[in-house]
């Protein structure tokens, strides 16, 4: 926290007050880390325990063996200051694959893509993930309650960004083999209500692990890379 200075009048003496200091706390910084698979970024989330700094990861995909294995190759235990939660979307059965395949096989595109999932709040997968950032419990079932309360001695950690569109997609379609094209602005705009909040209410340090994904510019040509 930090307090804003008195502001006064030119000519004033230093005991004369104009205004009442208010207190004022500057946000956390904003990190996206984007890298191609098996670059390290899950892996180098440790480095954050040396600073001090709470650190809490929510695992949306599997890559908790990576941030271990830091202290692992070390023969070190895990410090007191990381806390991680798992919160991972569940695989689809061999039968759920099964119906999937027969669809496909007998239903045109136009059909699947126009075809509803009455069942997708079952498969829900966003409405956890923000019940995990919510209630944050972390591996010994220590709840460190919203996101939203913490304070700039916390750095929040997502793994990551393709785990959030996936969850996003779960809610939209819910098994839907295909998405319509008017379905994907409900999907964006419910991963940028998530990164404004983010962003813009959370006041902790948050860093977002990003794949790359590579485009060809088409204007001005050569390869982008997008997260």
Known sequence: Q???PVVKPLGASDS???SN???QVLAGVKVMLMGDSGMGKTYSLATLAATGLQVRVLFLENGLESLLGYWADKGQKVPENVKYMRVIQDSSSLDRLLQQAKSTSTMSQE??????????????FYTSLL???KNFVDQDGVDHGSVESWGTDV??????LTGISDAVRSNVVGNK???????????????YGML??????????VVLLSHVEKETDQINGGIRLYP
């Open 155 to 160: 750095v929040f950690c997502i793994d990551g």
């Open 177 to 191: 083999m295909m998405v319509a094209l008017a379905e994907y602005p409900l999907m964006q705009q419910l991963i």
């Open 2 to 4: 930090i307090t804003q």
């Open 131 to 133: 019940k995990a950032m």
């Open 111 to 124: 059909s699947l893509a126009k075809a509803i999932d009455t069942q997708r709040s079952s498969s829900d």
């Open 196 to 205: 404004t909040n983010l962003c813009n209410k959370a006041i902790c340090h």
């Open 16 to 18: 004369s007050q104009v």
């Open 21 to 23: 200091p208010q207190k």
